[in-house]
């Protein structure tokens, strides 16, 4: 049985299916006129590029990086520290929190020198805020040329929110969620755990997150409580203040002295891909892509994890956040689905890491270039490792090179020959 909505009717026109009285197929009736929408957008974006890097700036970071603690670079006139970055998967972080981006910079599962997805540029809030989404996307390419040449844009990650007043959720909230995901964590305090509901509950129902941070997720949160801890409460105070609604009008409808929630739908690059290679249309692989899609994604994620009153009836306030909310364009008239990656899709880092573990091997055991060659077609790796470095450029002749120059390094430079 499929999940369905209150009814909808606005109390002025007699209009159906639009306004804030939802009556559900019992006559209950719920009137949703105080619930008032503050802000929608584009809260975080995580842009892809792949490439090769320009080695001379590659150069510089990294002797930047190994000057110790409190390096900096200057790149394109704009200063960053220069940090670690492999627990992102990259060699180096660039941060300048006052500018409003994060940059990484070398794929650690790749060689500089080769093409590969070498740079994930971060954004702050604010830095998307005070720009336009040509000016977004336009900076977004202008910093990936700055670091690759041949430069692709390769994937996209998206933050949606919105934030908003007149409804809280209640003690059942999590209990009455319906998500496809399968771990999550529900903690109240510090006190109890659960592994089975598919949500993070953080204090007494100050925050809701449902799924992963590599996948979709869904995140309900007290934002007024959150803008202190994270040093915003001035930034986002005058971003609500600019809010009206109808009953305010032309004053603002933000009320200082209640709670702003947000809900937040945090779409990971790869679930991004498996929307648009399963929705028969053009790539979403950078921001100029996404925006046409933002109020779609919304509905999309909206729609699969939802709260309901009861078994397949869905809460009114979560279809009026559905279907209200708009991201500077409409929901486009298409069903919305995700194509799953096939068995050796997607699969990349492993490929990486199995490719390398095993040049380690044949290198301690001091194997040529063509009995390396050999045994990778017989391991098991061969169709993905073809597969992996085609999607790339490189064909089995600059793969035979690879491997020779692989073992060189692993035989003259590391513990293998030790």
């Not at 573990?357 to 194997?367: E, G, P, T, V």
Request: charge should be neutral.
């Amino acid at each position: 049985m499929s999940s369905h909505d209150f009814e909808r009717l606005d109390i002025l026109t007699a209009e159906v299916g639009k306004g804030d009285l939802f009556i559900g197929p019992g006559g209950q009736q719920v009137n949703l006129s105080s619930v008032n929408v503050l802000w929608s957008g584009v809260d975080t974006v995580r842009q892809l590029f792949q490439g090769r890097l320009k080695p001379e700036l590659l150069a510089e970071i990294a002797y930047s990086y190994d000057s110790g603690h409190d390096a900096t670079v200057t790149v394109n006139n704009t200063l960053f520290r220069v940090m670690s970055g492999r627990r992102g998967g990259f060699r180096y972080i660039l941060q300048n929190r006052e500018y409003g981006l994060t940059i990484l910079i070398q794929n650690f599962y790749a060689e500089a020198d080769s093409q590969g997805t070498h740079v994930k540029i971060e954004t702050s809030p604010r830095w998307l805020y005070e720009r336009t989404s040509d000016q977004i996307h336009h900076e977004l390419m202008f910093w990936g040329r700055h670091f690759l040449t041949g430069m692709e844009s390769s994937g996209i990650a998206i933050h949606l929110a919105v934030d908003f007043q007149g409804w809280e959720p209640p003690t059942h909230f999590a209990q009455s969620f319906v998500t496809r995901a399968k771990t999550v964590s529900v903690y109240n305090g510090v006190s109890s755990i659960e592994w089975e509901t598919g949500s993070t509950v953080n204090g007494r129902g100050e925050t809701y997150t449902f799924g992963k941070a590599n996948s979709l997720q869904t995140c309900l949160y007290d934002k007024s409580k959150e803008i202190d801890v994270s040093d915003k409460r001035a930034f986002m105070e005058g971003i609500w203040d600019c809010a009206v609604s109808e009953e305010s009008f032309p004053d603002t409808c933000y009320d200082r002295d209640k709670p702003v929630w947000r809900l937040e739908i945090r779409i990971h690059h790869r679930i991004v891909n498996e929307i648009w290679q399963g929705s028969d249309i053009e790539p979403i692989v950078d921001f100029a892509g996404a925006v046409p899609h933002l109020t779609g994604l919304w509905r999309y994620a909206l729609q699969r994890n939802r709260f309901e009153v009861k078994r397949d009836l869905i809460h009114p306030v979560w279809t009026k956040l559905r279907d209200d909310v708009s991201f500077g364009w409409d929901a486009p008239s298409l069903a919305y689905k995700r194509l799953k990656k096939q068995p050796g899709c997607g699969n990349e880092k492993n490929v990486s890491l199995a490719f390398g573990n095993l040049m380690s091997i044949y290198a301690r055991n001091y194997f040529n270039p063509r009995q390396a060659w050999d045994c990778l077609k017989t391991s098991g790796l061969w169709e993905d490792l073809t597969s992996y470095y085609r999607n790339r450029g490189i064909g089995k002749n600059e793969l035979f090179k690879l491997i020779e120059i692989g073992l060189i390094r692993r035989r003259l430079l590391t513990k293998v020959a030790s």
